[in-house]
């Protein structure tokens, strides 16, 4: 399950800055204190190992790393609040407030939870192949039915089923998670490129056009990289050339 370690929450923490350019408008819309949302960043930033947020006198914008991932949650939730509509029909025309409110109380752990029983034949099987417990499982989507204030499970032989409604936004949500799968994968493909033979090919690029620079030309260069790459850097110049040495 994808995305049992990510909290959902946390997610349209990271939506809210980037749409209102500002952690502090984020936190007060979101009713929420300003260091939970730095926190709420902190954890997703870490789970997709990238820097998703630049931070500036003036507010924040997202990265290009941030703009990945935010075109591919924005599908993703669109997704997920299309599948809600539809299971609420009418009733979603008569009050536009009515999804957003069901996905507000909603999470990750209840979704994954119907997908779960959706694709097994009882709640027992869909904790097993989950590595989960069917107490935590069974929970979870009393939980979900609940929040959706719509009957989306029945009595089963094996215990608790998908209803026909349960098992429609089952498929439909499996479909939206997809997209959280491919920004997990395009940040590992991303970040596995960067810390290859690309990134090993700017330093001997750097390092060769500024070892017969002035000095005042490499320290400009090395101010714009972290400890770790003036590092290696460092063991470039003084390989690729004996008689220059590359002071930081």
Request: with cysteine; glycine share 8%.
């Amino acid at each position: 399950m994808i995305a049992m370690d990510i909290n959902l929450r946390h997610l349209r923490v990271f939506m809210q800055v980037c749409e209102t350019g500002s952690l502090n408008r984020a936190a007060a819309e979101l009713h929420i204190s300003q260091p939970s949302v730095s926190v709420a960043l902190a954890g997703i930033e870490r789970r997709f190992g990238a820097k998703l947020l630049s931070r500036y006198a003036a507010g924040s914008q997202p990265t290009a790393a941030g703009e990945v991932l935010l075109m591919r949650l924005r599908r993703m939730e669109n997704q997920i609040a299309s599948a809600l509509a539809e299971l609420f029909g009418v009733s979603s025309q008569r009050d536009p407030t009515l999804v957003a409110k069901c996905l507000a109380r909603i999470g990750f752990r209840q979704i994954e939870a119907l997908i779960a029983l959706s694709g097994s034949g009882s709640i027992t099987e869909a904790a097993r192949s989950g590595g989960g417990s069917p107490a935590v499982l069974h929970r979870a989507l009393h939980d979900l039915q609940t929040n959706i204030g719509r009957a989306i499970l029945m009595r089963s032989p094996a215990g608790v089923a998908p209803n026909a409604l349960g098992r429609r936004l089952a498929i439909r949500w499996q479909v939206a998670l997809t997209e959280l799968e491919q920004a997990l994968d395009e940040s590992v493909k991303t970040r596995g490129a960067w810390r290859g033979g690309s990134r090993l090919q700017v330093f001997r690029l750097r390092a060769h056009c500024c070892l017969r620079a002035p000095s005042t030309r490499l320290w400009r260069l090395t101010r714009m990289l972290g400890w770790k790459s003036r590092m290696a850097l460092t063991r470039l110049c003084r390989s690729s050339c004996a008689p220059a040495r590359a002071t930081f």
